[in-house]
């Protein structure tokens, strides 16, 4: 698929290079216990191994391209070349138009956006921050708290927003602080009627409760934007390192995470019924930010995103404003979560962020009747990426979740951390129990 910000680009060299990309035989085909790819094409005698390898080659060509494009005199990002042939043209932006209004460049405006009613029968409004800068470029959506206990991201689109310039801005930035705002009144990730409204997405205005706010929010608002970050966290007492979840089998999706700074990028096909897909399928480049946990505000998690965010719309070119970040954090292509094999007291003996070696030990759960205790060890050597609370939890929750670095892995290894994902998958179906977006 042609992301909208592709048909910008009059280089017939560049359309020729994506053609070739995108028609890499099974690319996207990594097998994630979260992921699933129905257009994938199958190629006779594949095996999962050679799959991801063939992302990894997928990822390595739309990098090259990206650094090779000449398209693009001052920045080094395909996206920013919207900016680029705008800002050629030395012509003032245009005003924008979204739910029912009109935005003037160099200016900031919050709207309202009313997607459904109470019981009473009284609409339940939902802020809208729009950005429109003084001179072209693309369009950036900010989203956050689709799930309404997820905090950390309300704060960042909230401060980002009120960060910008409008006269030193180069296309448009649409901040939605509060997607779901029922659940966040309730400080409670699901709707009122128990939906997930991360399930639902394009969805349809005739459907569910779930369906219809979801159709609204996507038609009347992300449908605008060329671009989109929607922010997370963990879920049920779990918190993640802040990462980025991307199908890096689109290069503008590629671009979006070589943007974000020093932050860990995990390549994750996204599930039907998302935001991030639904964006994708309708050509906007989208990625998942996920940082820290729900239900309360996590400051360094909070500077983390802010600070991403920056750096991303610095590299698109829609503003200048430059951050420094420390060495750069890697891209996982494979992950496992470790789960719970007994209810009880789960105690955590290692830190979000840690390196960890096969057999390491993780933490212990025990039974606080009869004071009987496990150990939880670490399957395969990884880097912890997500991780429960301290909590009490029963079999087969999610404890730990484990980026795998399998670039140099022997064969042996990728085997059978291919049985542990087959595992994993055959408990649950994708993001069911919420461990991610």
């Known amino acids: 698929m042609m992301t909208r910000l592709h048909k910008i680009r009059t280089s017939s060299r560049w359309v020729f290079a994506l053609a070739a990309f995108l028609c890499l035989p099974n690319a996207g085909a990594n097998e994630t216990p979260d992921s699933s790819n129905d257009n994938s094409t199958p190629v006779e005698n594949s095996t999962p191994a050679t799959q991801e390898r063939s ?21 080094d990002v395909p996206l920013a ?98 997607v779901n705002l029922q659940g966040f ?85 996204p599930a039907d019924g998302t935001l991030r897909a639904a964006a994708t399928n309708a050509g906007i480049a989208a990625i998942t930010l996920e940082a820290g946990g729900p239900s309360i505000l996590e400051l360094d998690e909070v500077k983390h995103g802010v600070k991403g965010i920056q750096t991303l719309l610095n590299k698109l070119g829609m503003q200048k404003k430059r951050s420094f970040w420390g060495d750069p954090e890697p891209i996982y292509y494979r992950s496992t979560w470790v789960r719970a094999d007994r209810g009880g007291i789960l105690l955590t003996d290692v830190e979000l962020g840690a390196k960890v070696i096969r057999g390491e030990m993780l933490g212990s759960i025990t039974d606080p009747m009869n004071n009987a205790s496990i150990n939880v060890f670490a399957p395969f050597s990884g880097r912890i990426i997500g991780m429960a609370r301290n909590q009490v939890v029963m079999p087969g929750f999610a404890a730990f979740h484990i980026g795998i670095e399998t670039d140099d892995a022997p064969p042996e290894v990728e085997d059978a951390v291919l049985s542990h994902e087959r595992e994993n998958d055959a408990q649950i179906s994708d993001y069911i129990d919420g461990m991610s977006e």
């Open 55 to 75: 992302v990894k080659d997928a990822v390595d060509l739309a990098t090259a391209e990206i650094e090779s494009s000449e398209l693009s005199t001052h920045v």
């Open 81 to 178: 070349d919207a900016v680029t042939n705008a800002a050629a043209t030395k012509e003032s932006s245009h005003a924008i138009r979204l739910l029912k209004a009109y935005i003037p460049p160099g200016t900031f405006q919050r709207l309202s956006w009313s997607a459904t009613e109470l019981f009473e029968g009284v609409p339940v409004s939902t802020p809208v921050l729009v950005v429109n800068g003084r001179t072209p470029g693309p369009t950036l959506c900010l989203t956050a708290a689709v799930h309404g206990d997820e905090l950390n991201g309300i704060e960042m689109v909230r401060r980002v927003m009120h960060g910008l310039d409008p006269a030193k801005l180069s296309g448009a930035v649409i901040g939605v602080p509060i």
């Open 185 to 269: 009144r309730r400080g409670s990730r699901y709707l009122p009627d128990r939906r997930d409204l991360n399930r639902y997405f394009p969805g349809n205005e005739k459907g569910s409760a779930a369906s219809r706010i979801a159709f609204s929010f996507f038609d009347q608002i992300v449908s605008h934007c060329d671009a989109l970050v929607d922010v997370h966290t963990g879920s049920f007492e779990r918190a993640n390192l802040p990462q980025l979840r991307a199908d890096l089998t689109h290069t503008d999706v590629v671009t979006l995470t070589r943007g974000f700074g020093a932050t860990v990028v995990l390549h994750s096909t």
